[in-house]
Each structure stands twice: as structure tokens, then as C-alpha cells.
């Protein structure tokens, strides 16, 4: 931004600020954008979901292991 | 835009989806006009408002990397991503650029943001005279003042645009705001 805030510049700063209060009246986000930015998080967010399930760590092979039974005698 | 940090600062460590739904839709409304002023002052309006639907896509598509903490950050941050859509779309369509935005067009905003915010006898002096300094200026210099001080890019978003270096942005919008006073005194 500059650095010497003249009449100048903050006249023209002042119209980007009013521009921006207009464009926000007269171009007010549509419902339409806004339902696809609520599938792209969703879509995110199952992937999130898919990825913690399939991270998740495999039950430790030692907590399942039986003792053998024992060898039949010949 | 106080709020905004906050807000997605929240999105990043929240879970829930219901949540986060919530926070996407309250960070697009905040940040839709700061990113239309610049989408609506260079594309068609049929255009701006297909490639403002897809920059908000690639933001809350990118919100839990942002790692920013303050407005300023994550508005440059949205800015960026803004810049490179409108850059990729026009490569695409050249035909759908819209420069500069129609002085009548122009009035009609200022006209319509005395809804949101009255305007006084000095803010209308000020802005006469703003538009005065871009009537007044070459085209080259126009596009520099507008992108610079109205749309609010920094010398350096302005220089990568233009693959020019800091510097040389710098002094070109200097000299381009003291030719355009010269004129208009």
C-alpha cells in the first residue's frame, strides 16, 4: 500500500470502498454459488471421513493370538 | 470483515460438518465483495459471476491449508486465487474482458452504496475527484491507478501480473498518480 497517504490517493481509495458497497448491494453472492461451495466442503469432508476409516490402525495381531493348540500326538 | 480471521480460523480445526458448512457460507458472504469489485471491474458480467462461483469453490476448497492470521493475509490469499482464475478464464475467453468498467456503470455503484452507507458532501467531492484522476489519465496509467488504489492489488500482485518487477510497478504508479493530479489541478 502507499506509503504517503496524499488527497489523491485516498480519493481513489475511497471509490474502491464505495464500489465495494455497491457491488455488494447489486451483486449479492447467489444462492447458486453458494450451494456449490456447501458440495465442494461436503465432498471434502466425506473424503476426510473415507480416510480416517481406512487409516484406522489394523487390531494388533499379537491381541488375537491364541495359544496353538497343542500338536496331536503320533 | 473484523470477524473473518475468526471465522476461518474456526473452519480449520473444526470437524463437524454441519459446522462447517456454516463458517463456508458465512466466509463466502464476507469475502464475495471484496473479490467482486475486482472480478466485476474485468470480466462481463455474464462471466464474473460464472468465475466468482469458482473462486469461492477453489477458497473453501483450500481453506483448511490457509495458515494465515489476519484479515489482511487471508484477503491477499483470496486475492491471489481471485487474480489467477480471472487470469486462467480470460486466456480461455480474451473476448469476455471488460476494461475499463463503463463510467455510468461506475456512478451506478457509488449510487447504490448509499444503501449500505450514507455519503457526505466531502466523501461526494472526494470521489468527483477520483474519477476525474482516472478520466484524466492515459490508459496504461488508468488500468495501474484502478488496479492499485481502487481494486486495492499491491505492487507486487500487480507485478507478477504484468511480469515486471516490484520496483518498476512502484514507480510507474507513482508517476502515473502525479501526472493524473498535474491534469486534473
Keep these: ?74 | 470483515m473484523d470477524d473473518l480471521i475468526k471465522l476461518v480460523r474456526t473452519y480449520r480445526v473444526t470437524a463437524a460438518l454441519a459446522e462447517r458448512l456454516r463458517l463456508a457460507d458465512a466466509i463466502c458472504r464476507l469475502i464475495a465483495p471484496e473479490l467482486g469489485g475486482f472480478i466485476f471491474s474485468t470480466l462481463k458480467p455474464h462471466a464474473a459471476q460464472e468465475v466468482l462461483q469458482d473462486i469461492l469453490i477453489s477458497i473453501s476448497d483450500s481453506l483448511r491449508k490457509f495458515e494465515g492470521r489476519s484479515n489482511g493475509e487471508f484477503g491477499a490469499w483470496c486475492k491471489t486465487i481471485a487474480r489467477r482464475r480471472v487470469c486462467d478464464h480470460l486466456r480461455k475467453k480474451a473476448s469476455d474482458r471488460l476494461q475499463p468498467m463503463p463510467h455510468e456503470e461506475i456512478l451506478d455503484l457509488v449510487d447504490a452504496s448509499e444503501q449500505a452507507e450514507p455519503m457526505t458532501a466531502a466523501d461526494r467531492h472526494d470521489l468527483e475527484y477520483a474519477l476525474k484522476l482516472l478520466d484524466g489519465s492515459k490508459p496504461e496509467c488508468r488500468d495501474y491507478l484502478w488496479n492499485h488504489y481502487v481494486i486495492g492489488f499491491d505492487y507486487g500482485e500487480i507485478a507478477e501480473e504484468r511480469n515486471l518487477n516490484y520496483d518498476n510497478v512502484r514507480m510507474k504508479i507513482g508517476r502515473c498518480l502525479e501526472e493524473a493530479k498535474s491534469l486534473v489541478a
Design chain 1, 1 to 74: 500500500m502507499p506509503n504517503k497517504n496524499t488527497d489523491a490517493e485516498a480519493a481513489l481509495q475511497k471509490l474502491g470502498h464505495r464500489l465495494r458497497l455497491g457491488w455488494a448491494k447489486t451483486h449479492p453472492v447467489s444462492d447458486k454459488s453458494l450451494e456449490s461451495v456447501k458440495n465442494t466442503v461436503r465432498e471434502q469432508w466425506e473424503q476426510e471421513q473415507t480416510v480416517k476409516r481406512t487409516s484406522k490402525p489394523a487390531p494388533s495381531p499379537k491381541k488375537n493370538r491364541q495359544p496353538k493348540p497343542p500338536e496331536p500326538e503320533k
